[in-house]
């Protein structure tokens, strides 16, 4: 099946620092979308991207979808400590009825 | 409105027990998945709906089934518990005309011991 490979698995970081995390596949995708997943709760959706090259952000948090439609990445600027979590990147082929690839996760840890 | 409602939260089975997980959603929502996540992976999607009495297999689905007699719910069996069933269950659901992404319930804890 298709995958999608997150980098990295974990990062421990100080509060206030910057986080950048990404995905790829070898397959192309018509949407890129990132959640994150709190403890005991199931994923919730941070930023949705529809369109090769587009940069879209969210507060504190902005992704782009590559230009090969390949790949994408999250930056979370000025960490704090209520961004602890897993971060998931999932990817949309148009192969019907919206199912999802998801990658592996990235999980933030924040020292305070 | 209450989303994607998941029941129970937490189950130990024994093995060769059957359970249903229970999945409802009340935003009238076509799309319906069930993906199991297991530790330090990502989620896998084991059986899909597109609408009542419409279901398909995912990428996981043995030893799995499930139905869909209505928009609203959409159980997930195991008949015979195995270890390797050991996982966090998610529901899900979608409007399905765009890739809007996902709502998810908040999970189901199994453990088969």
């Known amino acids: 099946g298709q995958q999608l490979n997150q980098s990295p698995q974990s990062m421990f970081i100080q509060e206030g620092e910057d986080v950048s995390m990404n995905c790829t596949s070898s397959?192309?995708?018509?949407?890129w979308l990132w959640y994150k997943q709190d403890p005991g709760e199931g994923p919730v959706l941070l930023i949705a991207?529809?369109?090769?090259?587009e940069l879209t952000s969210n507060g504190r948090l902005t992704a782009q979808f590559g230009i090969t439609r390949k790949d994408s990445f999250l930056n979370i600027s000025a960490s704090i400590p209520s961004d602890v979590g897993i971060y998931f990147c999932a990817g949309q082929g148009g192969w019907g009825a919206q199912k999802l690839v998801f990658g592996q996760g990235t999980r933030l840890t924040i020292n305070p | 409105n209450a989303g994607v409602t998941q029941t129970p939260k937490f189950r130990i089975l024994k093995i060769g027990q059957s359970m249903t997980l229970q999945c409802a959603q009340d935003?009238?929502?076509?799309?319906m998945y069930w993906y199991r996540q297991d530790p330090g992976m990502g989620l896998k999607l084991i059986y899909y709906s597109v609408g009542a009495g419409i279901t398909d297999k995912g990428e996981v689905p043995n030893g799995y089934n499930v139905s869909r007699s209505t928009t609203e719910d959409f159980p997930l069996r195991l008949e015979l518990a195995a270890p390797s069933q050991t996982s966090v269950y998610f529901c899900a659901s979608t409007v399905g005309q765009e890739a809007y992404g996902y709502t998810f319930g908040s999970g189901t804890r199994l453990t088969v011991v």
């Open positions: 397959s192309i995708f018509n949407t």
């Open positions: 935003m009238n929502h076509n799309y």
């Open positions: 991207l529809y369109k090769a090259g």
